[in-house]
């Protein structure tokens, strides 16, 4: 097992890397080799917690449904859990990363967390973007937050950073980061050179929810559709603390956060913080989350 030096704060402060890679679609043994292979890099480097692209072992543009199920895997026993909980063990890692989900005849885009006792557990994406709409079922699971030995952790990929209910939900639920494993594509009359749609979500998700988001997205061109690079790492104040990333290179984003910083920097002067200041009795409190669980 690897040993990491203790973080300055001496304990809540982690290293996070997010994995800029090129998956190809249909390749999924050479996929996982390469994931682990970048991941095992970032752990060289002190990461505790990995974030790797939306459906990074199987690709992401299927022909048919036929594919996308020959490149699906179940959760439990598939082999990218066995291969990251071994890899995990071994490193003394949290490893997030999205795969093709077989779960019956039901197909899910689905995002795995993984640490060094196992799997901690698992999320469907909620929002489909575009054909993924052939392939997958919408997510059923809601939107969990995973207690781990270095924090509270949440999900979410790729279009679900569209919905401001994505980072409420999760926030109300006590997340202090939330990994975001994704496939981010140019945006409809998108200026040219114009950083990415999904990089100024981000950084407005994280800013009025007071949560970390690490994002890792793919490059490449996949059967005619490009990808947009720009993984990025936002701090819970909304701003950038490492990358965007480049458009089309290999590469890891990293950064040192102290996670309870979400919770303990979450007012931005004297008055105002923003989950306090939400007027429900203006407007009711329409995400259906318990109130009585939310961490302000």
């Given at each position: 097992?690897?040993?990491?030096a203790?973080?300055?704060?001496?304990?809540?402060?982690?290293?996070v890397?997010?994995?800029?890679?090129?998956p190809?679609?249909?390749?999924?043994?050479a996929n996982?080799?390469?994931?682990?292979?970048?991941?095992?890099?970032?752990?060289?480097?002190?990461?505790?917690?990995?974030v790797l692209?939306?459906?990074?072992?199987?690709g992401?543009?299927?022909r048919?449904?036929a594919?996308?199920?020959?490149?699906a895997?179940?959760?439990?026993?598939?082999?990218?859990?066995?291969?990251?909980?071994?890899?995990?063990?071994?490193?003394?890692?949290?490893?997030?990363f999205?795969?093709?989900?077989?779960?019956?005849?039901?197909?899910?885009?689905s995002a795995?967390?993984v640490?060094?006792g196992?799997?901690?557990?698992?999320?469907?994406?909620?929002?489909?973007?575009?054909?993924?709409n052939l392939?997958?079922e919408?997510?059923?699971?809601?939107?969990?937050?995973?207690?781990?030995a270095?924090?509270?952790?949440?999900?979410?990929?790729?279009?679900?950073?569209?919905?401001p209910?994505?980072?409420?939900?999760?926030?109300?639920q006590?997340?202090?980061?939330?990994?975001?494993?994704?496939?981010?594509?140019?945006?409809?009359d998108?200026?040219?050179?114009?950083?990415?749609?999904?990089?100024?979500?981000?950084?407005?998700?994280?800013?009025?929810?007071?949560?970390?988001?690490?994002?890792?997205d793919?490059?490449?061109?996949?059967?005619?559709?490009?990808f947009?690079?720009?993984?990025?790492?936002?701090?819970?104040n909304?701003?950038?603390?490492a990358?965007?990333?480049?458009?089309?290179?290999?590469?890891?984003?990293?950064?040192?956060?102290?996670?309870?910083d979400?919770?303990?920097?979450?007012?931005?002067?004297?008055?105002?913080?923003?989950?306090?200041?939400?007027?429900?009795?203006?407007?009711?409190?329409?995400?259906?989350?318990?109130?009585?669980r939310?961490?302000?």
């Open positions: 097992m690897t040993s990491h203790p973080m300055p704060d001496g304990g809540s402060t982690i290293r890397a997010c994995i800029q890679m090129e190809k679609v249909a390749e999924n043994a996982l080799a390469l994931a682990i292979g970048l991941a095992g890099q970032a752990a060289d480097r002190g990461a505790r917690l990995v692209p939306e459906l990074c072992t199987s992401y543009v299927f048919t449904k594919e996308a199920r020959a490149g895997e179940a959760l439990t026993d598939g082999p990218s859990l066995r291969a990251f909980e071994t890899f995990c063990r071994e490193r003394d890692l949290f490893v997030a999205g795969f093709a989900e077989r779960d019956g005849e039901a197909l899910y885009n795995a967390l640490g060094p196992g799997l901690v557990g698992s999320y469907r994406k909620a929002h489909l973007w575009g054909e993924e392939f997958f919408p997510g059923d699971r809601g939107f969990p937050v995973f207690q781990t270095i924090g509270r952790i949440g999900m979410a990929i790729c279009y679900d950073v569209w919905f209910e994505t980072f409420r939900l999760m926030a109300l006590g997340a202090e980061i939330v990994c975001v494993p994704t496939n981010w594509v140019p945006m409809p998108q200026p040219a050179g114009q950083l990415a749609m999904a990089n100024m979500l981000t950084m407005a998700g994280a800013h009025t929810n007071s949560v970390f988001v690490a994002c890792a793919r490059i490449g061109t996949e059967r005619g559709q490009p947009e690079g720009q993984s990025l790492i936002v701090g819970c909304g701003w950038p603390v990358g965007p990333a480049s458009r089309d290179r290999e590469e890891i984003v990293i950064a040192d956060l102290d996670l309870l979400a919770r303990r920097k979450r007012a931005w002067n004297a008055f105002n913080q923003p989950l306090r200041d939400r007027r429900t009795d203006v407007y009711s409190e329409l995400l259906g989350a318990d109130i009585r939310s961490w302000y």
